[in-house]
């Protein structure tokens, strides 16, 4: 089985900084690699994904996340927030199947609070 | 892009009674559903896999007779809380699956008196 650490569950910044939300995964398999944002009383979103290819994933809102295999982590970072992006994040993984399918089931992390100030 | 819908968006039900929310996916066709629940600043725990046409797969822990889910169209999904208790008040999630991607549902509250 797969398993998330997101190793920061509340990240308090002020608008215009950059931020780094922090994920790391274990797994004994190959995995796809998800970060969701979500608001309140809201359904997830997806940010951006990792399945193959280059290591450095651009996603929607201005984020990016970065695989690292080795330390087996996917951290997402923003290089200035704005307070709309005051949300839950969640990292999740999913096992590679056969063929590179995914096998669906998603594990999450137990989310990060980022929060904007003014 | 896909989109995934939810009913009801919030319900409030006596202790002992029934609810049924279902899970759309409006703009594509998705053979795997998945019914997952979320506590109070907590993660989403996974509950069922659905699959369109056969019986469920329960994760461990979850009581299938109290969490009914049927599967009835490539469309459509439906979970049956059956003689809920306030226990069972959380925000429950349906994600429906095309492909590599997963897209999730606004979520329903569920709040058991």
């Known amino acids: 089985a797969q398993s998330v650490t997101q190793l920061d569950s509340q990240v308090p910044v002020f608008e215009e900084a950059p931020v780094e939300l922090r994920c790391n995964y274990s797994?004994?398999?190959?995995?796809?690699l998800f970060w969701y944002v979500q608001y309140p009383n809201q359904g997830l979103q997806l940010l951006l994904k990792?399945?193959?290819?280059?290591?450095l994933v651009k996603g929607i809102n201005g984020f990016e996340a970065e695989f690292n295999k080795s330390q087996t982590s996917f951290h997402l970072r923003k290089p200035s927030v704005h307070i709309s992006d005051t949300a839950e994040y969640f990292c999740?993984?999913?096992?590679?199947?056969?063929?590179?399918?995914?096998?669906?089931?998603?594990?999450f992390g137990r989310g990060t609070q980022l929060t904007v100030w003014p | 892009g896909a989109v995934v819908s939810q009913h009801p968006s919030w319900v409030i039900c006596k202790s002992g009674t029934s609810v049924k929310i279902e899970c759309r996916s409006l703009?594509?066709?998705?053979?795997?559903m998945f019914w997952y629940r979320q506590f109070p600043k907590q993660s989403l725990m996974l509950m069922a896999t659905?699959?369109?046409?056969?019986?469920?797969?329960?994760e461990q822990g979850v009581e299938k007779d109290k969490f009914l889910i049927n599967h009835a169209s490539l469309t459509l999904s439906t979970l049956t809380v059956t003689s809920a208790h306030p226990e069972d008040s959380s925000f429950y999630i349906c994600?429906?699956?095309?492909?590599?991607?997963?897209?999730f549902g606004p979520g329903t509250r569920l709040t058991v008196t």
């Open positions: 703009d594509f066709q998705a053979t795997t």
């Open positions: 999740a993984v999913s096992a590679v199947g056969d063929r590179g399918s995914t096998l669906g089931r998603l594990y």
């Open positions: 990792y399945l193959s290819g280059s290591t």
């Open positions: 797994s004994s398999v190959s995995v796809y």
């Open positions: 659905s699959n369109e046409g056969s019986k469920a797969t329960y």
């Open positions: 994600s429906a699956k095309t492909g590599q991607n997963q897209y």
